[in-house]
């Protein structure tokens, strides 16, 4: 009589336990169809958004006559040998590079709008006010603000 008890009462944890497993696993299997399901609408929403650029282009490009578009001009580049600066370019410890600036480089600004020191008689209106102003590299080793030396995390 007792093992007849214990049995039920062990069927019955059993009953339980799989019931608990069985339920679950229906919610699991539910909330990644439904995450499935939201992943297809917003893929699908981008297909929609491209098609309609793309019926867009179409319909701009066949109302603008019959011959083929004309590819865009690139705008003219100065040259580039006057556009580098020297510098010493170094190994960084994540594997990338990076630049020194060695050279020294003197800028004009101009001011248009601050008034000369000269005074003027009459109206009669000088050249703008101009400063030189001397820009130049940071110098390794040192630890203060200007000198930014950018490095990757290991």
């Not at 630049?99 to 008689?121: H, N």
């Amino acid at each position: 009589q007792k093992e007849l008890s214990e049995r039920r009462r062990m069927e019955q944890r059993m009953q339980g336990v799989v019931t608990d497993t069985k339920l679950k696993w229906e919610k699991e299997c539910e909330r990644r169809v439904n995450a499935k399901q939201l992943e297809m609408q917003n893929k699908l929403w981008v297909k929609d958004e491209k098609l309609k650029q793309l019926k867009a282009i179409v319909t701009e490009n066949s109302s603008g006559g019959s011959f083929p578009p004309e590819p865009p001009k690139k705008p003219e580049r100065p040259s580039r040998e006057r556009d580098h600066t020297m510098g010493d370019v170094f190994k960084t410890r994540g594997g990338g590079q990076a630049v020194q600036f060695t050279d020294i480089e003197t800028l004009k600004q101009e001011c248009p709008t601050a008034p000369s020191r000269k005074r003027r008689s009459g109206s009669d209106e000088g050249p703008a006010q101009t400063e030189d102003i001397e820009n130049r590299a940071p110098v390794g080793g040192t630890s203060s603000s200007n000198g930014y030396q950018k490095r990757r995390r290991p």
